[in-house]
């Protein structure tokens, strides 16, 4: 079924190689720019894999195909459906991941232990399992890592990770962890594809900037 977005400008003029995990075929990622000397860039975030993007870019809500709108839509344990429209007034980090990743096996307990710190009136932080992780999948991972402070979402057919993801930066596809740092309007801030330390001193000290220069 092809696809196009609803929001324009989000077409990674990077990479034509955008690709599904296990072989299911995505869109092409958001575009993004190169790093700006403004946050506090350190450790990884100041690498060309952390990815930012233009002010006023959209995280897309809906895609169409065949002249139906389609919402990109996650779920809780209660069946609730939520897009980034549900998340908007707060600046919110966004991690997709799936139980089969090596490094989601560290970075989502890594988020877990520093979402008390940083969660407010400002803040907030969100796990979203792919769809190949079922929900007892997922709660049996936050079981096995104390997982405390991150609720159970669900990407239940792709549409989140496939619209909201961007693809690697070098390697051209999407793959998990991926961070999607989400402003408060429902824009794009910036992503990371893989681990890049968000629990580390220089990882706070960015998401706190981010923060107070809102």
Known sequence: MKMKRTNKGLVNRRSALAAGLGGAGLLAAPAFVTAQSSPPLAGK?????????????????????????????WY???????????????????????SRCHACHFEVPALDAIAPQLEGPNFRMIAIALMEDSMTDIQQFYSRHNVR??????????????????????????????????????????????????????GIRLLNWYMNNA
Request: proline share 8%; hydrophobic share 35%; glycine share 6%.
């Open 76 to 98: 809780d344990t209660d069946n609730r459906a939520y897009t980034v429209d549900d998340l908007r007034g707060k600046i919110t980090l966004v991690q997709f991941w799936r």
């Open 45 to 73: 975030f100041a690498s060309r894999l952390y990815m930012q993007f233009p002010r006023g870019e959209r995280v897309p809500t809906a895609v169409e195909a065949h002249g139906y709108s389609f919402p990109v839509e």
């Open 149 to 202: 402070n991150l609720r159970v979402y669900q990407d239940r057919d792709h549409l989140a990770f496939s619209q909201i993801a961007p693809a690697h930066p070098t390697a051209g596809v999407r793959a998990t962890p991926t961070t999607v740092l989400i402003d408060v309007q429902g824009n794009y801030i910036s992503a990371y594809s893989g681990a890049p330390g968000w629990e580390k001193p220089e």
